[in-house]
Nanobody, 128 residues
Framework: QVELVESGGGSVQAGGSLRLSCAPS???????????MAWFRQSPGKEREAVAI???????TYSNSAQGRFTISKDNVKKRLYLQMNAVTPEDTAMYYCARRGRNYPGSSFAEKDYVVWGQGTQVTVSS
């Protein structure tokens, strides 16, 4: 069963904006308010990297490249995770994934290995 489904990707021109969404199901939906969630991205030929993290208290952490341009948020009523991307550049072109940590791990982490459930990704392409 796929527990995380991303949407909202697409093509956008440099300088534009895009909002990604991630919908949980199954066990992830059940524990949505008590888990750390994150957005990762992977470009061809590069390792997957964390872009933004939100902990169970709502505190957010960003990569250097995302800081000031991207905003991660979580709607616990609708059970949705979002990534608002502003002022995008061609370097933001990648497959974007949402992911979650295990229920007993409340801390933020940039390490891919610390996330146990992943979505299938949504492609973002930024043209110059």
């Amino acid at each position: 069963q796929v527990e995380l489904v991303e949407s909202g990707g697409g093509s956008v021109q440099a300088g534009g904006s895009l909002r990604l969404s991630c919908a949980p199901s199954g066990a992830t939906a059940y524990m949505f308010t008590s888990i750390v969630m994150a957005w990762f991205r992977q470009s061809p030929g590069k390792e997957r990297e964390a872009v933004a993290i939100i902990d169970i208290g709502g505190a957010t952490t960003y990569s250097n490249s995302a800081q000031g341009r991207f905003t991660i948020s979580k709607d616990n009523v609708k059970k949705r995770l979002y990534l608002q991307m502003n002022a995008v550049t061609p370097e933001d072109t990648a497959m974007y994934y949402c992911a979650r940590r295990g229920r007993n791990y409340p801390g933020s982490s940039f390490a891919e290995k610390d996330y146990v459930v992943w979505g299938q990704g949504t492609q973002v392409t930024v043209s110059s």
